[in-house]
């Protein structure tokens, strides 16, 4: 019993390994790369979750306008004159912004880095985040501790 | 003794074959208690035995280790995957999805690497191919007559009922059943007197499950991969074939839009599907999540009715996920993170996936992975069709229903995510068929050096 390997014609073996030093060469250099492309992104949608929390002010704003909950993170909305949803921040259990919306313009342009919280640059207080929820009759069940 | 254990491996094998499919099935099903997450781990359970079971029938065949076109590229593809947990947002989930994908192409190469010099051994993996997808359809008509509330999708006001048989939904065991309906042609083509019966038994129980189910994407891929096996098998007879086909699928295709969509939208579990309000400050359901784009407004009926050539909304879901890719367009967000990576904001689409497998495997592994992935799925097809012409009767039969099955497979890639997902129901089939392929193209390479 064995196995058999069915022989390559003379030259053959060296195009083979020389495939497959480029396959592994060029996997290698994948990991840099793709650790490289994750931190860009992080660095992009942080910046743009930051500007939608500077548009915001304070978190304790009269343009409060509402809540949106989830699994994994809550959503404060606030309104800018008649558009109601204008501006949306989604906060994590640790207080990591993890989506930010503006919708000011009638479209929504959102930042998101809900699929890779841990990369996030942008924080908030999340105890105020349950001060605030629990203002609008969101039951503490509901609420991450702070 | 090496021969009996050969025949007793090969039997083996055909039964593990049907159990990995079933049990796959099964766990995607809304059956309980097979989908419960107690019994996930019996899917890794069947795809190590097949796989275990496929290399012991190669050592005691002592069968040649031919390069099988397609498998290097499958190899580097795989090696992505896996390496991608390195930068991937979830690497449990990267690693766990990775080494599931890696332990199904093992399993079907080494199948594949057993029939290189066996078309025989290929027909046998064909047959039970298609006796899984068969007693899966007839658990989904003991659950119509069982349980006709979990087997049928009632009515909406944009579309009529549609048929899940054991599925979770409509499109899920309709795309394993277009992958093997190849096989139930060739089936009906090879055999005689009451098997033949039997073999159209087969196809009609499999074509009436296709087109009870309203899939449209299912439906074109069983056309595409019919008429390629077909016209691959009778090549003297293609245009009647062309004619044939065609009109049946406009047949099948009006059948479908027999069911009327309701009067009034059906109301389901009423004390489990909806989100409660928690306020009046609670703008859920004024503002849905997941229909950020294209939302008519609550309680607003949107009007459209679904189709032969609407999209389900998939167009717009595509062209998120594709800005999504570019955010990381080289390497991707690593294997086996689409469903946490692609987020649905469309009112029109309802899925976790992106349900493209092509830009699915953008948004996992980048640019490159799909570049492999298409150079994966291309080779064998290449492979086969430039040395089609060299097989002999039987091998040429069944290569023809294999590139039936892997063309079904890649049409059914388009409107559906499922190529890289292990746990969905047609994608062990597709892997499977796609090396048998191979393995049948370097056959005609090995007889002709003969």
Same mark, same amino acid.
């Given at each position: 019993m064995g196995l058999r390997v069915r022989g390559h014609r003379r030259g053959g073996g060296t195009l083979v390994r020389r495939i497959v030093l480029v396959a592994v060469v060029v996997l290698v250099a994948l990991v840099p790369i793709g650790a490289w492309e994750r931190g860009r992104r992080a660095d992009h949608e942080s910046a743009g979750m930051r500007s939608v929390l500077e548009e915001v002010g304070p978190l304790d704003s009269s343009e409060l306008r509402g809540f949106r909950i989830f699994a994994n993170f809550e959503c404060l909305v606030y309104e800018r004159g008649r558009n109601h949803f204008a501006l949306e921040l989604c906060v994590d259990d640790r207080g990591r912004v993890v989506e930010a919306i503006d919708?000011?313009?009638?479209t929504a342009e959102v930042w998101s880095?809900?699929?890779?919280?841990?990369?996030?640059e942008v924080v908030v207080d999340r105890g105020e985040v349950n001060r605030l929820l629990r203002r609008m009759n969101v039951p503490d069940e509901y609420l991450p501790d702070a | 003794m090496t021969s009996r254990l050969r025949v007793q491996l090969e039997g083996a094998i055909q039964v593990a074959v049907v159990g990995l499919i079933v049990v796959i099935a099964l766990v995607a099903s809304h059956m309980q208690p097979w989908n419960f997450p107690a019994f996930h781990p019996m899917r890794a359970f069947a795809l190590i035995e097949l796989a275990a079971l496929a290399v012991a029938y190669l050592v005691v065949t002592r069968a040649r280790l031919s390069p099988l076109p397609g498998a290097a590229v499958t190899a580097t593809f795989t090696l992505n995957a896996l390496l991608s947990a390195a930068w991937s947002s979830n690497a449990s989930v990267t690693t766990d999805r990775a080494l599931g994908f890696a332990g199904l192409v093992l399993a079907a190469a080494a199948l594949a690497l057993g029939a290189v010099d066996r078309p025989r051994v290929a027909a046998q993996l064909m047959l039970a191919l298609l006796a899984a997808t068969t007693l899966i359809a007839i658990l989904g008509l003991v659950e119509l007559w069982r349980a006709y509330d979990q087997a049928v999708l009632p009515a909406t006001k944009q579309q009529g009922a549609r048929y899940n048989g054991i599925g979770q939904n409509p499109n899920q065991i309709p795309m394993l059943i277009a992958l093997t309906l190849p096989f139930a042609l060739w089936f009906l083509r090879e055999s005689r007197g009451r098997l033949r019966a039997v073999a159209l038994a087969v196809v009609l129980l499999l074509a009436g499950s296709l087109v009870a189910s309203s899939s449209r994407g299912a439906l074109v891929a069983a056309f595409a991969g019919c008429v390629v096996y077909l016209v691959a098998a009778v090549p003297h007879r293609w245009k009647a074939i062309l004619a044939g086909g065609t009109a049946l699928f406009l047949v099948a295709a009006a059948l479908t839009q027999l069911p009327q969509p309701a009067a009034e939208n059906p109301d389901l579990y009423p004390e489990f599907g909806r989100t409660p309000s928690l306020g009046p400050k609670d703008i859920y359901s004024q503002l849905p999540l997941e229909s950020?784009? *294209?939302?008519? *407004?609550?309680? =607003?009926?949107?009007g459209k009715t679904r189709t032969l050539f609407s999209a389900s909304g998939r167009l717009q879901a595509w062209e998120s996920a594709v800005d999504q890719g570019l955010e990381r367009p080289?390497? *991707?967000?690593?294997? &086996?993170?689409e469903d946490e990576t692609f =987020?649905?904001?469309?009112? &029109?689409f309802v899925s976790d996936a992106v349900e493209n497998s092509f830009i699915g495997v953008f948004l996992q592994l980048g640019a490159l992975g799909v570049a492999l992935l298409v150079a994966a799925l291309a080779l064998p097809l290449a492979a086969w069709w430039r040395v089609r012409p060299r097989l002999d009767p039987e091998a040429g039969e069944v290569a023809a229903a294999c590139a039936g099955a892997v063309v079904a497979g890649v049409v059914l890639a388009v409107p559906q995510s499922y190529l890289t997902s292990v746990g969905s129901p047609p994608t062990a089939a597709f892997w499977i068929s796609f090396f048998l392929l191979a393995a049948l193209a370097v056959r005609s390479r090995s007889v002709a050096q003969a």
């Open positions: 919708r000011r313009d009638g880095l809900r699929d890779d919280p841990s990369e996030s | 950020e784009f *294209g939302f008519p *407004g609550e309680n =607003v009926d949107p080289i390497a *991707g967000f690593g294997f &086996g993170t =987020v649905d904001r469309s009112y &029109g």
